[in-house]
């Protein structure tokens, strides 16, 4: 049953709501899946300040005492089917029934990259139900998890810090570096601090006043062990005040070590800036 297909590009976007709708219909009745309509819960227009102080004594006795209860016990020990056992369409439909059934619980789990239905599934029905629910809906305060806490996307870290690095030093909107830098960065043959290797890109930045970013082409990341090794190609644009206007194709090479399950970067080298 794994094994089939339902993707079918052709399909309406009505035709793709009510197949969706008609497989978690299916999968109640077949399996016993929780059918839950989506809550909708807003706090009281007219809430007074006596009402907003016991939400918040609520919410700092949840911080305090955090709730050991497990989640699937707040939902009621609800019969998801195995991954295993179902279609593409089907995970949809299923992975859709147990949002549903967390949000009515006041239970988000958020998803940073773009990831398989089938594996967010996978692991809201055979990890994330066995967490704490550590006083979720206390004082009408939602609980967020992260899928990527649990198990990192460290190239599309990679990338976004990337990414990042060049819209500062190319004045594009970012207005500070990225935070997963190392204490100890290389730069220019010496050894500095974070602190010292942001400064001198922040100076970077200000000097050249005519410069504007465009955007990141492409980035090519590989990994040997604790260490990772990334080159991106990129374009900037230089205004009249730099004597030769016009758009710019770069390339810079990174350098990153791993610290506590996270690549920080420790070494930048974008030659026609003269950073090494």
Known sequence: ????????????????????????LKLSAEYGAPFPEKKKEELPSDE????????????????QNPDKT?????????????????????????????TTALGNKNIVLDVIYPTPDREIYRFITQELLQFEGGGAG?????????????????????????????????????GSMPWRIANKVSLYGEIVSQEEFEVVM???????????????????????????????????????????????????????ELDDDMYLLNRLVIDIFGIE
């Open 1 to 24: 049953m794994a094994d089939k297909k339902d993707d079918n590009p052709k399909k309406s976007e009505e035709d793709i709501q009510f197949e969706r709708e008609f497989n978690k």
């Open 48 to 63: 007074t300040e006596a009402d907003f102080l016991t939400r918040m004594r609520e919410l700092e006795d949840a911080i």
């Open 70 to 98: 497990k989640i699937i016990e707040l939902l009621g020990f609800p019969n998801f089917p195995k991954v295993e056992n179902l279609s593409d369409a089907e995970v949809s439909a299923a992975l859709e029934l147990a």
């Open 138 to 174: 206390a004082g009408g305060m939602t609980r967020h998890l992260i899928y990527e806490e649990h198990y990192p996307n460290h190239t599309e870290d990679i990338k976004a810090d990337i990414t990042d690095v060049l819209h500062f030093i190319c004045r594009g909107h970012k």
């Open 202 to 256: 922040g100076n970077h930045r200000d000097v050249f006043q005519g410069m504007s970013f465009i955007g990141v082409d492409a980035v090519k990341v590989a990994f040997d062990g604790s260490k990772a090794h990334a080159k991106a190609k990129f374009r900037h644009y230089l205004d009249q005040s730099s004597g030769s206007p016009g758009e710019v194709s770069a390339e810079a090479e990174f350098y990153f």
